[in-house]
């Protein structure tokens, strides 16, 4: 188990904000170098202005120069082996590999681990947007 990247996941949880759901969600994002980013779900009144905590952690790791990820630890409050969402999945996959390692925390020492391209088979990509350009312009 990750414990290290566990332990920093679970630390985020403290910084999140929740006044809504009340459902804490904290992520820590491993790069290719090794440095590691966190972050935590911030909800707003109006649901579809609010981050989660995957996307607060890419985005600091971006903000930084990283865009090459190998491994990043999801954990909620409730230890309940939370997985990122769909929109998490898609923005992971703008600058991971379908090995991703997505680590759930299940509480004490259990977790799940899966790959981005287990949770996300078939993403899209430039590589797939390019594709149907190409096959558009033939049909044209």
Request: proline residues 3%; negative net charge; charged residues 25%.
């Given at each position: 188990?990750?414990?290290?990247?566990?332990?920093?996941?679970?630390?985020?949880?403290?910084?999140?904000?929740?006044?809504y759901s009340e459902y804490?969600?904290?992520?820590?994002?491993?790069?290719?170098?090794?440095?590691?980013?966190?972050?935590?779900?911030?909800?707003?009144?109006?649901?579809?202005?609010?981050?989660?905590?995957?996307?607060?952690?890419?985005?600091?790791?971006v903000k930084n120069g990283?865009?090459?990820?190998?491994?990043?630890?999801?954990?909620?409050?409730?230890?309940?082996?939370?997985?990122?969402?769909?929109?998490?999945?898609?923005?992971?996959?703008?600058?991971?590999?379908?090995?991703?390692?997505?680590?759930?925390?299940?509480?004490?020492?259990?977790?799940?681990?899966?790959?981005?391209?287990?949770?996300?088979?078939?993403?899209?990509?430039?590589?797939?947007?390019?594709?149907?350009?190409?096959?558009?312009?033939?049909?044209?």
């Amino acid at each position: 188990m990750p414990e290290a990247l566990v332990e920093r996941a679970r630390d985020a949880l403290d910084n999140a904000y929740t006044p809504y759901s009340e459902y804490t969600v904290g992520a820590a994002l491993r790069t290719a170098d090794g440095t590691v980013f966190v972050g935590c779900n911030i909800e707003n009144a109006n649901y579809s202005n609010s981050l989660h905590a995957e996307e607060v952690a890419i985005a600091e790791a971006v903000k930084n120069g990283h865009t090459e990820f190998d491994r990043i630890v999801v954990t909620s409050g409730a230890r309940d082996g939370v997985t990122p969402c769909g929109m998490c999945r898609q923005t992971l996959a703008e600058f991971a590999d379908e090995d991703l390692e997505i680590v759930c925390d299940l509480g004490g020492e259990e977790t799940a681990e899966y790959t981005l391209g287990e949770l996300l088979p078939n993403t899209i990509s430039l590589d797939t947007l390019e594709a149907a350009a190409e096959k558009r312009d033939a049909e044209e």
